[in-house]
């Protein structure tokens, strides 16, 4: 099992700019989740998905989209990027049990100029 | 209102020597779940240790373990023997409810392990 991977691991992305960053589990995980990690700081939820077809905002969604058409796959879309969405992007899932667990991709750097 | 404080945003321990990361939360819900996190330099995020909030006993993972005080909605990370390894970033976090599908962190803590 690969786990949780992500990509790309790094990008620089021009202010106005837009890309998708990848996220897929092998381990087949009904929740998936995407949090940013700004520099110092803990992780804060962007969007969560229970299962495909089915996504919700986190506590900070703006600025980004995402899609679940699959199990496997949970992309995170960028439209017109600014500086404050330079962070760290970390990609996550979990069963649907009472422990409910998070694993963690390795994450994907972006920086916004 | 903040869910998840840790107070220390920084610690440092002597090699060999055991160190309590403190780790406080918020929530009316009577089922949830606490974890903590390990971020090395390298950047991952590494799961260390579960509380269930109907847990009797305190969890333990190896060297980790989790001073559950429920009545002071305290969920405290304790690492035995310090290695120089543990130096890390950690991060307290919880889930509210049965199989609640939200999850929040706290700010972390930076453990530094002196040799």
């Known amino acids: 099992n690969a786990g949780v991977t992500q990509t790309p691991k790094f990008r620089i992305l021009k202010i106005g700019q837009s890309m998708t960053l990848q996220c897929t589990q092998d381990?087949?995980?009904?929740?998936m989740y995407w949090y940013r990690q700004d520099p110092g700081m803990g992780l804060k939820l962007i969007y969560y998905?229970?299962?495909?077809?089915?996504?919700d905002k986190g506590e900070v969604p703006n600025g980004y989209n995402v899609s679940r058409s699959t199990t496997e796959d949970f992309p995170l879309r960028l439209e017109l990027a600014a500086p404050s969405q330079t962070s760290v992007y970390f990609c996550?899932?979990?069963?649907?049990?009472?422990?409910?667990?998070?694993?963690f991709g390795p994450g994907t750097r972006l920086l916004v100029l | 209102a903040q869910k998840i404080t840790q107070t220390q945003p920084g610690m440092f321990v002597q090699e060999k020597e055991a160190v309590t990361l403190d780790c406080t939360y918020d929530t009316s819900d009577q089922s949830y779940g606490l974890f903590w996190y390990k971020q090395p330099s390298s950047g991952e995020m590494i799961f260390l240790i579960y509380q269930g909030s109907y847990d009797e006993q305190n969890a333990t993972e190896g060297r980790y373990s989790l001073n559950f005080q429920k009545a002071r909605k305290s969920a405290n990370l304790v690492i035995s023997a310090s290695q120089l390894g543990d130096s890390a970033m950690y991060f307290c976090?919880?889930?509210?409810?049965?199989?609640?599908?939200?999850?929040?962190f706290g700010p972390g803590t930076r453990l530094s392990v002196l040799p």
């Open positions: 381990m087949n995980h009904n929740y």
């Open positions: 998905s229970v299962g495909a077809g089915i996504t």
């Open positions: 996550a899932s979990r069963l649907r049990d009472q422990r409910g667990t998070q694993y």
């Open positions: 976090a919880m889930r509210e409810g049965n199989y609640g599908q939200n999850f929040v």
